[in-house]
C-alpha cells in the first residue's frame, strides 16, 4: 500500500520500520519538528525523523495543519492509509479523510479504558492486570473511533512505564502489519461507552512520593513514572530518584529504612518497598547497592 506514516517518538520507530519491512511504500513521514535539546539547545530531530533519514523517506513537520497549502500537500500524496501512531498533533477532519482508507491510530491501551496522551503510565498507576493496543480507525472525537483489531498484553508486576512501552511498541509494529493484510476482512467495532476513562498527561507534581500511602500505591507510582519524570523522595535535603520497585513483606514507621539488602527497603503506610535502582541528581542511574556505597543511608533513616 501507499501509506503515510505520522508519528513522533521512540515508541513509533519499531512500528515504522515494520511497515517498511513488509514492503509497503511509505510516501511521507510526518513528524514533530525538530525542536531544541542537550546542553547546547541545539535543534534536535525526533526519532521519528532520524529512523526516517536514515531509511531514505521524505519527512514533514509542520507545527499544525492550519495552513491550507499543508493540507494541500498532505491529500496531494494519494495515499491509501495514513498510520498515525504517538504523533502529537491533532488532525483536521480533511486530513483524516484524505487517505482512501482513513487514518488508522495504534493506541496503547485496551480502549475505550485509557484514551488520551499517557495510557501506559495510568495503566501502571491504576494497578491494572492487563493492557494491550488497539488499531483505531480515527475520526474527530480523542480516542474514539471504531476499533479494527486488538491485542492484548499482561502487565508484570515489576513492569516499569520504560519496559511496558518497549513491549507495546513491538506488539503494535506486529499489529498494524497484520491489520493491513487483513484489512478487506476487519469489521470495525464500535467502542463500547462504559468503562471509558482518559490518561491524562502526566504532571510533575504527581512524582514525590507519600510514604504514609500502602506500598502498593507508592511501588505502583515508582514504576509508572520510570524513567520520566522519576518518582522522588528527599534524604537530607537532597532530592533523589525512585526508578525500579517492588512490593517487600517488611513494615515500620511510613518513610523509614528498614532493610538495605538487595535493594534498599522503605517502609510505607502499610507494608514496604524495596526500591533497586535509583539516582542522585545530576548522577547517572545505578543499582542499589552501588548507589549507597556513595550515599550512605542505613537503616532506620528517614526519607521525606
Known amino acids: 500500500?501507499?501509506?503515510?506514516?505520522?508519528?513522533?517518538?521512540?515508541?513509533?520507530?519499531?512500528?515504522?520500520?515494520?511497515?517498511?519491512?513488509?514492503?509497503?511504500?511509505?510516501?511521507?513521514?510526518?513528524?514533530?519538528?525538530?525542536?531544541?535539546?542537550?546542553?547546547?539547545?541545539?535543534?534536535?530531530?525526533?526519532?521519528?525523523?532520524?529512523?526516517?533519514?536514515e531509511l531514505g523517506l521524505m519527512v514533514r513537520h509542520p507545527l499544525n495543519f492550519k495552513d491550507e497549502a499543508e493540507k494541500q500537500?498532505?491529500?496531494?500524496?494519494s495515499a491509501d492509509l495514513a498510520v498515525v501512531v504517538a504523533y502529537g498533533l491533532i488532525l483536521p477532519q480533511v486530513i483524516l479523510d484524505a487517505p482512501q482508507m482513513?487514518?488508522?491510530?495504534?493506541?496503547?491501551?485496551l480502549l475505550p479504558r485509557w484514551r488520551g496522551a499517557a495510557p501506559i503510565h495510568r495503566a501502571i498507576m491504576a494497578g491494572d492486570a492487563q493492557t494491550g493496543i488497539c488499531i483505531m480507525q480515527m475520526e474527530a472525537g480523542l480516542d474514539t473511533g471504531p476499533?479494527?483489531?486488538?491485542?492484548?498484553?499482561?502487565?508484570?508486576?515489576?513492569?516499569?512505564?520504560?519496559?511496558?512501552?518497549?513491549?507495546?511498541?513491538?506488539?503494535?509494529?506486529?499489529?498494524i502489519v497484520e491489520a493491513?493484510?487483513?484489512?478487506?476482512?476487519?469489521?470495525?467495532?464500535l467502542q463500547s461507552q462504559d468503562g471509558v476513562t482518559y490518561a491524562k498527561k502526566v504532571e510533575k507534581a504527581e512524582a514525590r512520593?507519600?510514604?504514609?500511602?500502602?506500598?502498593?500505591?507508592?511501588?505502583?507510582?515508582?514504576?509508572?513514572?520510570?524513567?520520566?519524570p522519576g518518582a522522588w523522595c528527599e534524604y537530607l535535603g537532597e532530592r533523589i530518584k525512585l526508578l525500579t520497585s517492588s512490593l517487600s513483606e517488611k513494615s515500620g514507621p511510613a518513610g523509614q529504612v528498614c532493610g538495605v539488602?538487595?535493594?534498599?527497603?522503605?517502609?510505607?503506610?502499610?507494608?514496604?518497598?524495596?526500591?533497586?535502582?535509583?539516582?542522585?541528581?545530576?548522577?547517572?542511574?545505578?543499582?542499589?547497592?552501588?548507589?549507597?556505597r556513595g550515599l550512605n543511608i542505613p537503616i532506620g533513616a528517614q526519607l521525606d
Not at 104 to 109: C, D, E, G, K, Y
Not at 274 to 290: F, I, M
Open 1 to 53: 500500500m501507499r501509506l503515510v506514516f505520522m508519528g513522533t517518538p521512540d515508541f513509533s520507530v519499531p512500528i515504522l520500520d515494520a511497515l517498511v519491512d513488509a514492503g509497503h511504500e511509505i510516501v511521507c513521514v510526518y513528524c514533530q519538528p525538530p525542536r531544541p535539546a542537550g546542553r547546547g539547545k541545539k535543534d534536535r530531530p525526533t526519532p521519528v525523523h532520524k529512523r526516517a533519514v
Open 73 to 77: 500537500e498532505f491529500c496531494d500524496l
Open 102 to 109: 482513513g487514518c488508522w491510530n495504534i493506541h496503547a491501551s
Open 147 to 175: 476499533v479494527l483489531l486488538r491485542g492484548e498484553m499482561a502487565i508484570d508486576p515489576t513492569d516499569t512505564t520504560a519496559s511496558l512501552h518497549d513491549k507495546l511498541s513491538v506488539q503494535g509494529a506486529d499489529l
Open 180 to 189: 493491513i493484510e487483513r484489512h478487506a476482512e476487519l469489521s470495525p467495532i
Open 209 to 228: 512520593v507519600d510514604w504514609s500511602a500502602p506500598a502498593e500505591i507508592v511501588d505502583r507510582q515508582i514504576r509508572a513514572l520510570s524513567p520520566f
Open 261 to 292: 539488602e538487595d535493594g534498599l527497603t522503605i517502609a510505607c503506610g502499610q507494608g514496604a518497598v524495596r526500591v533497586r535502582k535509583l539516582q542522585r541528581a545530576g548522577k547517572s542511574v545505578q543499582d542499589a547497592n552501588t548507589f549507597l
